[in-house]
């Protein structure tokens, strides 16, 4: 069985940091593209990030780009989405994502 499990998120103030991680469990987590999607009540869920299978490719969205930073953690089969000078509207439930699989989503909120 195919799973992905989340852990990390949480409060922070604007211009903290959180780390997010996403665990694999059931198969190879370096052999797949790895995504990460947040959602807002009442509105899509929006793409954030996407990880190469080697994890030498990392694209992001604009409204994230320098801020956020995806990595592999293969000895561990992990993908970690590191979130730096967090703003208000990050404030999200976020998901990672490979093929058909999802995690079940992680509540990050920026307040102050």
């Known amino acids: 069985e195919v799973q992905l499990v989340q852990s990390g998120g949480g409060l922070v103030q604007p211009g903290g940091s959180l780390r997010l991680s996403c665990a694999a469990a059931g198969f190879t987590f370096r052999e797949s593209a790895t995504k990460w999607y947040r959602q807002v009540p009442g509105k899509e869920r929006e793409w954030v990030a996407s990880?190469?299978?080697?994890?030498?490719?990392?694209n992001y969205a604009n409204s994230v780009k320098g801020r956020f930073t995806l990595s592999r953690d293969n000895g561990e089969n992990t993908v970690h989405l590191q979130m730096n000078n967090l703003r208000v509207e990050d404030t999200a439930v976020y998901y990672c994502?490979?093929?058909?699989?999802w995690g079940q989503g992680t509540q990050v909120t920026v307040s102050s």
């Open positions: 994502n490979t093929g058909s699989s």
């Open positions: 990880i190469s299978p080697g994890g030498k490719q990392t």
